[in-house]
């Protein structure tokens, strides 16, 4: 190690830089505890603040948590300095998948690995509702067994912010992987977006070199519109009927990742005939993963059959991560007794939170204000110290009988609020509420011991 004098937080040793991202560095390190080889990337704290993202960001954080996959890069913690955040994730040896690419293309059969590892990254992380949004070459990384593992999942807002930087400044990376309807910077399908990705990456792949490449950028965003491009003469048939699907300028009208998984070329690959794919362990099955795994049909059609005029908001998973627990950041920065927002997370159908929160309006002879998608609006029917106190009580989906919940003061004294929620609400929610954000450890404390529990709650459930 070049810098092995340098110790990060008294936990990590740092190591030699592995590369250079938009926003930092990353370098290996090795965990003083366990001995554990981890990647650190740093991230200039002034550089998210200049572009204006750091709120998203802290949120987006928490939600990697909620992503865990074979082939996605694993978040292990998150620590933070005035200046610096850290994230400290799953180190993969193999480097990056493209440096394999830039020696020449590869041959069908290991292209249709890789890809069906991607696909099976995204589709795992959308129906989680995180996308990904930046699927690029440098984000695609092998582990020491040659698996793709996807880096940077839930970092959309750095991907946002850098791609407007990209769009005002010429020469910062290339938009060759990214979709025509996110150049055209109209609201887009995020799902769509990765799927386009995840084409042009099956073709560079096959072929060696970009679908869409001009040295001049206009011209290059004009061949990407417009889904200008050639496919090279050994391409196959069946793949070449795969990418047109994919590469279709239209996001309506593109392929989604259900259809990918049932084409003929994903499904059976170059070798059909003669072998099995080559990677048939690796379908969407995150061992012992988080609770949505054992989601239970027959409370999602309750859910759904009863609350048709109550529908929850949809959580797109960026939204998740500053109501999300764990990484939430401004616990650095803020005095707890100061909040004026509490979270937590539900097993439960969106039917029965409801429920229990009608339930405990009744008791504490709180008004109903409003009921709307996804939304109650809870009121005194006295003045406090500032005013009436009025919580908002938000229910957002993450898949149907997994919900977060945002309980946030929208008028009123805030001590109010933390007390009648600490000593009424809380207690009185126990038995719907899943986790409540406070709940979880402290990032910055012992990160092994964090990771076991973590680990040990995912056993468990
Ligand atoms: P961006 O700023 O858009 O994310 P990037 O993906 O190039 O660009 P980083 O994510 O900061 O930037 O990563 C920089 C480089 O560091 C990567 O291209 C890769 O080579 C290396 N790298 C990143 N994460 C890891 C990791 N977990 N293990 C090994 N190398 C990594
Ligand atoms: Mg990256």
């Not at 290339?174 to 084409?199: F, I, M, N, Q």
């Not at 989604?256 to 690959?269: F, L, M, P, Q």
């Not at 609020?417 to 450890?441: G, S, T, Y």
Request: aromatic letters at 10%; glycine letters at 4%.
């Amino acid at each position: 190690m070049e810098n092995n004098s340098i110790v990060l937080m008294q936990r990590y040793e740092l190591g030699r830089l592995l590369g250079q991202g938009t926003f930092g560095k990353v370098y290996y390190a090795r965990s003083a505890i366990s001995n554990q080889s981890v990647a650190i990337k740093t991230i200039d704290k002034s550089k998210i603040v200049k572009s204006g993202q750091a709120e998203r960001i802290k949120r987006e954080i928490s939600v990697m948590r909620l992503v865990r996959h074979p082939n996605i890069i694993q978040l292990y913690e998150v620590m933070a300095t005035k200046s610096k955040i850290y994230f400290v994730i799953e180190y993969a040896k193999g480097g990056e998948l493209f440096d394999k690419v830039s020696k020449g293309k590869l041959k069908e059969e290991l292209a249709h690995k890789y890809f069906q590892q991607l696909v099976n990254a995204v589709d795992f992380c959308h129906s989680r509702g995180v996308y990904h949004r930046d699927i690029k070459p440098e984000n695609l990384l092998l582990d020491e067994n040659e698996n793709l593992k996807v880096s940077d999942f839930g970092l959309s807002a750095l991907a946002d912010s850098k791609r407007q930087d990209c769009l005002l400044h010429t020469p910062c990376g290339t938009p060759a992987y990214v979709a025509p309807e996110v150049l055209r910077r109209k609201g887009y399908d995020g799902a769509k977006a990765d799927v386009w990705s995840c084409g042009v990456v099956l073709f560079v792949l096959l072929a060696g070199y970009l679908p869409f490449h001009d040295s001049n950028l206009i011209e290059m965003y004009r061949k990407i519109g417009r889904a200008e491009y050639k496919f090279p003469n050994w391409f196959s048939p069946e793949v070449r009927k795969l990418l047109s699907k994919i590469l279709n300028p239209d996001p309506e009208a593109r392929i989604s990742i259900d259809k990918i998984k049932e084409h003929y070329w994903y499904k059976k690959g170059p070798n059909a005939r003669q072998k099995k794919p080559v990677v048939e362990n690796n379908s969407v099955s995150p061992s012992g993963s988080i609770p949505f795994d054992q989601c239970n049909e027959s409370d999602n059609t309750t859910a759904e059959t009863n609350e048709e005029s109550f529908v929850p908001t949809s959580i797109n998973a960026f939204d998740i991560i500053c109501r999300s627990a764990g990484f939430d950041l401004s616990r650095y920065f803020e005095n707890s007794f100061h909040k004026r927002e509490e979270r937590f997370s539900s097993r439960q159908p969106a039917s029965v939170i409801i429920s229990k929160l009608e339930e405990i309006a009744k008791w504490l002879r709180l008004k109903i204000n409003k009921k709307e998608a996804g939304l109650l609006k809870l009121v005194s029917r006295k003045e406090g110290k500032k005013g009436i106190l009025s919580i908002d009580a938000e229910i957002f989906e993450v898949t149907p009988c997994f919900h977060l919940v945002e309980l946030k003061k929208s008028n009123g004294d805030t001590l109010e609020f933390q007390k009648v929620l600490k000593e009424d609400i809380r207690p009185a929610l126990q038995d719907i509420v899943w986790v409540w954000q406070d709940d979880q450890q402290e990032p910055s404390e012992q990160p092994q011991q964090q990771l076991q529990t973590h680990e040990q709650q995912q056993e468990q459930s």
